[in-house]
């Protein structure tokens, strides 16, 4: 490591919609800042953009965008006015003093302010399958990625609001969409499961898990379900496995210094992107709970760059 680290206005950790936002915003502002892009923090480099295939709803691309290239856009437009990249994971991230002190791997930083944007990774059944067919039929965005499963069957996993949100959106296209959940009864708020129980294209199967999922030439063919009570195990054709069993904050640099919520969501006080370390701001999905999409995590991108900005100037003045 470096004796005489530099000291940086900005250090934003993650390189996702809204980390490469929050870069182009501070770049443009003449801040300078350094973009820690990780390379295993809950995701690649880039963050669950870099999983997604076709993007098609994020406006100024009429004809769609694969997910990679929007953030290669992304990285090289920041990186037009001034970003500078480190493509290693943040290994130490100390708080408590001013400035900030950053580690990685080999080389340590000083901030003034930090940036937050290290993203959130979809829990997964860690299955068989799983990892080989994501993107090609496995997804935990169906507001991403429905639209490709137009008149396909598909399966949903959960049981919670978010499933049943997920379940109630896919019947715009799929044809048939058939819940799996490992209880006997939902724990979706009684609206959501109304909706749910009232769509014809909605079926469910119950006490049940997937202990597999299968596919061929890289596109999910079907699934082997697994009765929790029976252990009995039975084939289930589907074009489709969308997970809706949560997602999980990257907050492990954080926890117990910046003030979460009782998922693990860092907490902000809006409107602002602020956390309740000074200095210290916090955007994209390891904020939101609710969005979870490109378009709102390059928003509070924005929000945020614009908070260090305004951070600095009073610190400075």
């Given at each position: 490591m470096s004796d005489t680290p530099?000291?940086?206005?900005?250090?934003?950790?993650?390189?996702?919609?809204?980390?490469?936002?929050?870069?182009?915003?501070?770049?443009r502002a003449n801040l300078e800042p350094l973009v820690i892009e990780g390379i295993q923090a809950g995701g690649?480099?880039?963050?669950?953009?870099?999983?997604t295939t076709d993007v098609e709803n994020y406006p100024g691309f009429p004809e769609g965008i694969m997910g990679?290239?929007?953030i290669q856009h992304m990285r090289a437009q920041a990186e037009r006015f001034g970003t500078q990249y480190w493509t290693e994971d943040v290994t130490e991230l100390d708080l408590s003093q001013r400035p900030f002190h950053v580690k990685t791997g080999t080389q340590e930083v000083y901030a003034h302010t930090v940036i937050l944007s290290t993203g959130a990774r979809p829990r997964r059944l860690d299955v068989p399958g799983e990892d080989e067919l994501w993107g090609g039929g496995v997804s935990a965005c169906a507001t991403c990625d429905g639209f490709f499963f137009r008149d396909k069957e598909v399966v949903v996993v959960g049981g919670g609001d978010s499933a049943m949100e997920e379940a109630t959106f896919l019947t715009k296209f799929a044809s048939k969409?058939?819940?799996?959940?490992?209880r006997s009864e939902l724990r979706a708020s009684k609206i959501m499961q109304d909706r749910a129980f009232k769509n014809p294209k909605v079926e469910f199967v119950w006490d049940s898990t997937i202990s597999?999922?299968?596919g061929e030439n890289g596109v999910v063919s079907g699934v082997l379900l697994e009765n929790v009570n029976t252990g009995e195990t039975s084939e289930f054709p589907t074009d489709g496995v969308f997970l809706a069993i949560g997602h999980i904050p990257n907050t492990r640099l954080v926890e117990g210094v910046v003030d979460t919520?009782?998922?693990?969501?860092?907490?902000?006080?809006?409107?602002?992107?602020?956390?309740?370390?000074?200095?210290?701001?916090?955007c994209g999905d390891v904020m939101d709970p609710n969005y979870?999409?490109?378009?709102?995590a390059a928003g509070s991108g924005c929000k945020a760059a614009i908070d260090a900005e305004r951070h600095l100037a009073e610190l400075h003045a």
């Open positions: 530099e000291t940086r206005n900005v250090v934003i950790i993650g390189s996702g919609p809204a980390g490469l936002t929050a870069a182009l915003y501070t770049s690649p480099t880039g963050g669950q953009l870099t999983l990679p290239e929007l969409v058939t819940v799996v959940h490992r597999e999922i299968h919520d009782a998922n693990g969501y860092i907490q902000v006080i809006e409107p602002t992107s602020r956390t309740n370390v000074e200095g210290v701001f916090a979870r999409q490109a378009i709102t």
